[in-house]
C-alpha cells in the first residue's frame, strides 16, 4: 500500500462505497447540502457525480459530493489508466467538522520487475524447457513408467537422431541420484517430473499465480480516509480521460422575407464512465488545454550503473604530472446589386423565370413550415456562455441526466444570425462549378466551437458543411452544395517585364523591373436572378494586387475574396492584376550609355543629370585606361622577368672559349638593356598608381554628387 501524505484526495470512475459504520443517526435539517437536498443513508454510501465539464483535449474534470459520518473512508475502484490521471489532480475537501487524514492506494509494480523478484529466472513468457533449465539443482523425481527415480537436475540438452532418412530433435534430461549415479531420460509424453522440494513448489505456484494475475481485471483502489465529528459534506474533484465532445449546428432559413435566419447549435456527449451522471451540472468547454498521460501510479525503478570490482591492485609506486595550467473597404465588381437567392433547395439549382400560382396543399406545407420555424425559434437558451480564461464555456441552464455507456445530444446555442448567400470558387477545386455558400456572420455572443453545419432551407435539407471554431461577430463562408446554375473559368498571362523605376543615390544605382501577372476569371450565372460571386484568389509571397484592381472583400492568409454580382443569365468579368518589383543595385561608376539613355526617357528627369551621368561615365573611362596602362606594364615586367632568368641560365652554361666570351658579352649587354626598361617600367607604374587614385577619388566625388528618383514612363 501506498500512502499520499495530502489532505487532498480522490476521484472516481465507479461508485465510491464507504465501510459499514454505527447506526444512522436521525437526519436532521442541517444534514442538508449546499443543494438543499437530505442525503438518505443509501446515499451517504456513495459520492454522486454533481458537476461535468468536458474539454476537447479528451478529459473531463469531475466533481463527486457526498457525506461521511464520524471517522470514515470512501473507497472508490479505478483503473490503472484512470487512477494515473487521478492522482495528478485530485483534490479533497472536508466541508463540515473534519479533514482528510490521507489517502492510500494498491501499488502494482510492472511484471517484469516483479517476476526479478522471484527464485525462479523465468520471464513473463515461458517454455517447459525453459523451466527446467531454472530448476537446475532442484530435487525432482523423474517417473518413468513403474519406476521412480530422485535426483537433481543436471542438465536439459537438446540432441538430433536420423533415422531413416529422417532427423528428429528430442530433448534429454540429465539428473544425479542421491547415490551419485547419473542418469538420462529423453523427454515425452510416457515422462513425468515432479519438484521433490516445497520451497520450490512454491516458488513455481507464486511465479503461476504472477503471471495470470495479468489476466486479471484491472482494478486499482482508492482509500479516503476522513475524520471528524458528525456527518458532514465530502466533496472529492479530479480529471479523467472521456471521450471528446462533439459540435453539430443547424442553420435553419425560414421561407419568410421577415424572419431572420437563426442558428442551432447541439453537443454530442458521452459517458463511458462506471457511474451515471444523474441531475449533473454539465458544463462544455470549447478549447484544448494541455494534457497529458503520466503513469504516476506505477512505482519508478531507475537504472543504476554497474561497476566491476577492481581485479588487481597497483602495486607499482606510480608519479602523477603536476598542474600546467589552470582552465478599407470592400467593393463589388458589378455593385449595388444584392445577392441573389437559394435557387433551388438542393445544389443551387436554377429559379423559375415565372412562378405558377401557389397550389392549396403546398400553402398548407409552407403554413405548416412556418409554424414549425417560429417554434424553434421560440425554443429557450438552453446554455450560457462565459469566457474561461482563453478558453469558452457552455453551461447548461438545466441538469441533465446520462446514464454509463450512453450518449446525449444537449443544446448549446440558440440565436438569430445574419447571412449572405453566395456562390463560392477558387482554382484549386479543379472544377468550374462553384460551390453554394453561406457567409455567416456570428450574432450569438458566443464561441462557437468547430462542427458540422446542416442548412434547412424551405423546410427542406439543402446541403450541409463544416464550421471552424468562430469569435463573436466573426464572419465565416460555409459551403453546403454544388452550384449548378454557374459556372467560372481563369485564364493567367504573365505579362511583359519593365523598368518601373530608377534611383542613384550615395554612388549605387538601383534600378526596380516590375513584373505582372494578370488573372482573367469569366463568370456565368443561369439562374433568372442575380447571384452574388466570391472568387478566391490565392496570394503569392512577395506579389501585391496592382492599382485599378477591385478591392476584396476580404483576405486570408492564403487567399484574397473578391465579391462579384452577376445579372440573372449573363457573364462578367472579373481581372486580378498581381505585380512584383525585383531591385538591381550597383555602382553608379559602372552605368552605362544605354542606362543614361533609358534614365532619360523617365517623368520630371533634371536637365542637369545629363551632364551629371556623361561626366561620371568619362571619368570611369580614365580610370578604365589608367588601369588598363598599369595592367599592361606589369604584364611586361613579367615578360622581361622571365626572359631574364632564361638568359641566366644560359650563361652558368656558357665555358671560357672564345665563342662562349663573345655570347657572354651579349647576353650582358641583353641584360642591361633589360634592366634599364625594367627601371623605366616601374617608374611609369607608381606614376600611373598615383594618377588612377586621384582619377578614382574624382570619381566617386562626381558619383555621389548625383541623386536622382524618376519613374519609368
Known sequence: MLLLATASSTSAQGPATVPPGPAAPRTRASDRTEQGAVLSPPDAARLPVRRVVLYKSGVGYFEHLGRVRGDQAVSIDLTSGQLDDV????????????????????SSAPVEQRLRMLGLPLGASTSPADLLNALRGARVEVQAGSAAIVGRILSLEERQRTADGATETRQELTIVTDAGLVRTFTLGPAIGIRLAEAEMRGELSQYLDLVGSTRARDVRRLRIGTTGSGVRDLLVSYVSEVPVWKSTYRLVIPSAGNRAPFLQGWAIVDNTLGEDWTDVELSL??????????????????????????????????????????????????????????????????SAPNAAPVPAPLKEARSREDAVVESLAAAPVAARGQELGDLFQYTLT?????????SALVPIVQADVAIERVSLWNAASGTGRPWRAVWLTNDTGLTLDGGSVALVEGGAFAGEGLLEAIQPKERRLISYAVDLAARVSVVHDGGPRRVSRMRIGKGAFVQVVQER????????????????????HARRDGWSLAAGTATPAEATAAQHRFRVVVDPRASTELKVEQVREVETRVAVTTITSDQIALILQGRDVDASVAPQLRAVMAQN???????????????EIERIEKD????????????????ERQLVARYASQLNTQEDRLVVLRRDIEDLELQRVKAQDELVRLANAVALDITME
Do not use: C, W
Open 87 to 106: 492522482l495528478k489532480s485530485l483534490t479533497t475537501a472536508d466541508l463540515g467538522n473534519g479533514r482528510v487524514t490521507g489517502i492510500t492506494f494498491n
Open 285 to 350: 468547454v470549447a478549447g484544448a488545454p494541455q494534457s497529458f498521460v503520466q503513469q504516476v501510479s506505477q512505482p519508478l525503478y531507475t537504472r543504476r550503473p554497474v561497476v566491476p570490482l577492481p581485479r588487481t591492485a597497483m602495486l607499482t609506486p606510480q608519479t602523477h604530472d603536476g598542474t600546467l595550467e589552470a582552465f478599407a473597404k470592400a467593393e463589388s465588381v458589378e455593385g449595388g446589386i444584392p445577392g441573389g437567392a437559394l435557387g433551388g433547395v438542393v445544389g443551387g439549382l436554377p
Open 398 to 406: 438545466q441538469p441533465i441526466t446520462v446514464r454509463r455507456n450512453q
Open 517 to 536: 501577372v494578370t488573372s482573367t476569371y469569366t463568370i456565368r450565372n443561369e439562374d433568372s436572378t442575380a447571384r452574388t460571386f466570391v472568387i478566391e
Open 621 to 635: 573611362a580614365e580610370v578604365t585606361r589608367l588601369q588598363s596602362a598599369v595592367r599592361e606594364r606589369r604584364a
Open 644 to 659: 631574364q632568368a632564361r638568359v641566366r641560365e644560359n650563361l652558368a652554361a656558357l665555358k671560357t672559349s672564345a665563342e
